[in-house]
């Protein structure tokens, strides 16, 4: 399960953001074979972007979608876009927000970081992945 994966890289010894985390994840549980110079893509979208602007473990869901259902390029097809709405809508009804900053606010503390917020992103993103895999 994507969450399990979530827990193993979003601990302090990997030293990952929230999109490298979920990235990361998505990975190894979806067998993508992204090498780990693809891998650093999602290393600029911590921290909402370094700005506390849309969520890390967010983007990070989401270049996992585009790894997974995108052919060549996203203007192939509504896919990618209709999945990415998607994930933003569930990860938004989970926890109300997708601005990092507000995010952290509500759910980040020192003991636990953002976790909760990673697992919203993985239990959406597994969401989507399961069904669009079958």
Do not use: P, W
């Not at 203007?75 to 999945?83: F, G, M, P, Q």
């Not at 998607?86 to 636990?112: A, G, H, P, T």
């Amino acid at each position: 399960m994507l969450k399990e994966m979530v827990n193993k890289y979003y601990d302090k010894s990997y030293d990952l953001n929230c999109a490298e985390t979920l990235l990361y994840a998505a990975n190894e549980e979806y067998d993508l074979n992204m090498d780990k110079k693809a891998l650093k893509i999602a290393a600029g979208f911590g921290g909402g972007m370094a700005v506390e602007g849309d969520c890390g473990a967010l983007t990070g869901a989401i270049m996992a979608l585009g790894v997974m259902f995108v052919e060549k390029q996203a203007h192939e097809s509504d896919r990618i876009k209709t999945l990415t709405k998607e994930m933003i809508q569930k990860f938004n009804e989970k926890l109300k927000s997708v601005n990092c900053k507000e995010l952290k606010s509500m759910y980040r503390n020192d003991e636990i970081r953002c976790t909760d917020i990673v697992y919203a992103a993985a239990e959406a993103l597994d969401e989507i992945v399961s069904r669009e895999r079958k």
